[in-house]
């Protein structure tokens, strides 16, 4: 396909379960982003890859979030010991490249669910 | 503290008129600002992108202005179509930020007949 593509769709897992969400980005894209949406608010940053390497992590909320993208181009999300407030729409993005003003494209995002 | 607002409450226009949305931001020093437009249950999809030292850009229907001093951009859609119906966001990219974004929470549009 042509654009971002994020699977699952959808997650619902109990507290304390663990997770991977996984992008594959629009082929040739250098930069892969990670967000976090809530109800009614707009994405939030997690973390950032330049390649296979994160350019910036500051985003995650603590040591139980880790994304990897050992190959510079899919990338997996995984979330230890959920809790409830885990519970979003993680969204994938990729641009061309990651330190000029890109346009980001997309992915429909995988919405979570922490029982 | 750094802020980024926009218009919490629905915008309801009527079809055919100019929607003007507001995106105003506090203690950031932008390099570049981008609106985004969502729909439920679909990720953003870019729209415009206007740099700190650009006034205005314009795309068909689409206008957005950036002022830095008054630390605001206009987001305007002229003749407005019920298709135009969504949540626009926008978001901002600091210098030497990469191009990490920093989103506002976004402002939903509904256009009537």
């Known amino acids: 396909g042509a654009g971002v593509s994020q699977t699952p769709s959808n997650k619902v897992t109990e507290k304390g379960k663990y997770v991977e969400l996984r992008c594959d980005p629009i082929?040739?894209?250098?930069?892969l982003y990670w967000y976090r949406q809530s109800l009614g608010q707009g994405p939030e940053f997690l973390i950032y890859?330049?390649?296979?390497?994160?350019?910036?992590d500051s985003g995650l909320p603590n040591d139980r979030f880790f994304a990897v993208r050992p190959e510079g181009s899919v990338s997996t999300l995984k979330i230890q010991r959920t809790e409830r407030g885990d519970s979003a729409v993680y969204l994938c993005?990729?641009?061309?490249?990651?330190?000029?003003?890109?346009?980001?494209?997309f992915g429909p995002g995988t919405r979570l669910t922490v029982l | 503290s750094q802020k980024i607002e926009q218009n919490s409450e629905a915008l309801n226009i009527q079809e055919g008129k100019t929607a003007t949305l507001t995106c105003n931001y506090t203690n950031y020093s932008p390099a570049y600002l981008q609106w985004y437009r969502q729909d439920p249950g679909r990720g953003p999809v870019f729209l415009l992108l206007i740099r700190e030292n650009e006034k205005e850009k314009r795309k068909e229907r689409l206008k957005v202005t950036f002022d830095t001093t008054l630390k605001q951009s206009l987001f305007h859609i002229t003749a407005s179509q019920p298709a135009d119906s969504a949540t626009y966001l926008c978001a901002l990219a600091l210098t030497g930020g990469g191009n990490k974004l920093t989103f506002g929470t976004g402002t939903q549009l509904k256009v009537e007949l």
């Open positions: 890859f330049q390649g296979t390497g994160a350019a910036d």
């Open positions: 993005a990729s641009s061309l490249m990651g330190q000029h003003p890109n346009e980001q494209f």
């Open positions: 082929s040739g894209h250098t930069a």
